[in-house]
């Protein structure tokens, strides 16, 4: 149990930054790691060891955000209906581009930085690479996770690595 325990945190820092990565709000990142956490301890004993024990621990997280994204039930707001507690709708409260003060400063600060690049990405190139280079997983790693191979995993991110190179020469 111990040795477990040593194991989960070494990678408890990297496993949440994917988590994070993935879902996007630190709130929704401490319960997905929670319930990751608990299915990993329900399920150690069906660890093969066909697998990395990082790349097995990736695989649990990925499936459990892909669990928490199903299960989400967001009830839809219109826009163009008032609430209780607004009189106007919600279209005419809501600042669009061109009437938020310091759009052309974010935007141009945003462009400039390689995260927001990435968050432009499509979510599985986003995925893939910070899996390679955030959390240091192998191909292989990467493509057992995704249930791909590794050539299909090579491909997406050469695919991301060249619409950041252009987004980038576009600056």
Not at 50 to 67: G, H, M, P, Q, V
Not at 103 to 125: A, D, H, Q, V
């Amino acid at each position: 149990m111990r040795a477990f325990e040593t194991l989960l945190k070494k990678y408890e820092r990297i496993l949440f930054g994917y988590i994070i990565n993935q879902v996007g709000s630190s709130e929704k990142a401490k319960d997905i790691y929670q319930d990751v956490y608990l299915k990993i301890i329900e399920n150690i004993d069906k660890f093969k060891k066909e697998s990395s024990y990082k790349s097995w621990l990736f695989l649990i997280a990925r499936n459990t955000i892909i669990d928490f994204y199903r299960k989400k039930n967001i009830a839809a707001i219109s826009l163009d209906k008032t609430t209780e507690d607004i009189d106007k709708p919600l279209h005419e409260i809501i600042p669009t581009e061109e009437n938020t003060p310091s759009t052309s400063l974010s935007i141009k600060s945003e462009n400039s930085s390689l995260s927001g690049m990435l968050e432009r990405l499509e979510p599985s190139l986003r995925e893939i690479c910070f899996l390679r280079f955030h959390s240091e997983l192998k191909f292989s790693e990467i493509a057992d996770m995704i249930g791909s191979n590794e050539n299909s995993v090579k491909t997406k991110l050469r695919k991301a690595l060249s619409l950041l190179k252009e987004e980038y020469e576009m600056l």
